[in-house]
DNA sequence: CATCCCATGTAACCTGTTACATGATTAC
DNA sequence: GTAATCATGTAACAGGTTACATGGGATG
């Protein structure tokens, strides 16, 4: 019962498909959340299922109907008690840095270029991000949007996923470079 | 497949029991893998199954023996393959952000405390990261242990962590206190 | 005397991932 | 015509979590 909140969460400012609610959990809701389609489609059948969200057909020209979602008064209120209820710890599971905490052991080349990439994918998801922000605050400037602006939720955690994005795409180049000084030319040593 | 390549990375620089891995995944490889005392038992007995580590009896006094673990040869050219690889997508879940995203509709009271407690436990973690950092690199400045000192891949994994906590801290800061001046108070509305 | 730390697991359950399945429309 | 986008799932399997179990020694 964890992925159910962080849906909850994610419908609260709009309604959304189950394809829309993937494409969110893509960019945006990615920042803290991360799921696939098919646990997004299972589990806005159980909310469904479970009255916490009430599902509404949308007849579309040219492309395929859908159904979109939004959240019921009992959903609130379930929004309500994980709130209040203690927070699990934060999981985090990053196959490139297990990769870097070997890097003494393995070779570095492969090492360098998925540092490389993931500096390269970071500088692209922090101009989503801002370009999320333009659009969530509008015409306001940030600091009047943080004082008054609705909603302010989704562009707090909008803030965090460009800092997270800043920050990884700085480690990555950092790192490289340390791995590039210490190894001229990132070649593996045999024998 | 995926626990495997974190615990034999892990297992590089060291040997470790289980309970003394466990301690390791909380602090230091908890930057970049999450798991369970439990997992770890777990994946230690697979890992031995297979002969990628090597278990090895220390008797102690004064306290239960243990069973110490190092990475085999094959265990190597298993951690080789993974970094040859592509890496999964990264990996985040994180209550208290699914929290904030949901603040302009919920009670903010319990999300302000949480944030409170969330930048005090980053900063202690930012000051046991620096000590490990210190530890890691013993009496070389930063720039020379960069550029020479070993093992390399847990000091730039570490610093990695405390950047991490770093914007952690900063951004709980930053949230409470965006979230306060709008509901002065931090009280929720009812009705 | 109680609590915490060391030390290691098992079993039942829940969750998440991978592979597969379908079918229309739009853009190149 | 080929690929991409929209749209929604199912089924089998792998992985992770929760609860439980045990027992000695050190610390207050």
Same mark, same amino acid.
């Given at each position: ?61 040219? =492309? ?42 393995? !070779? ?28 969530? =605050? ?20 909008? =803030? ?30 045999? !024998?």
């Amino acid at each position: 019962m964890a992925l159910r909140h962080a849906v909850l969460a994610a419908l609260l400012d709009n309604e959304y498909s189950g394809y829309q609610l993937a494409k969110a959990f893509d960019i945006g809701v990615a920042n803290f959340w991360h799921a696939l389609p098919q646990q997004l489609y299972a589990e806005l059948s159980k909310l469904e299922k479970d009255g916490l969200v009430t599902g509404r057909e949308v007849v579309q020209t040219g =492309r395929p109907n859908k159904r979109v979602f939004t959240v019921t008064a009992p959903g609130l209120a379930e929004l309500e008690r994980f709130v209040a209820a203690e927070p699990r710890p934060t999981f985090i599971r990053d196959d490139l840095l297990v990769k870097v905490q070997a890097a003494d052991r393995v !070779g570095t080349a492969e090492v360098l270029r998925q540092l490389d990439a993931r500096a390269a994918s970071a500088a692209e998801k922090m101009a989503a991000y801002e370009d999320l922000l333009l659009t969530l =605050r509008g015409e306001a400037t940030e600091e009047d949007f943080l004082r008054d602006g609705a909603p302010v939720g989704p562009y707090l955690t909008c =803030r965090r996923g460009l800092a997270l994005e800043r920050e990884t795409r700085d480690w990555c180049v950092h790192t490289a470079a340390v791995l590039r000084a210490r190894r001229p030319g990132g070649e593996v040593p045999r !024998g």
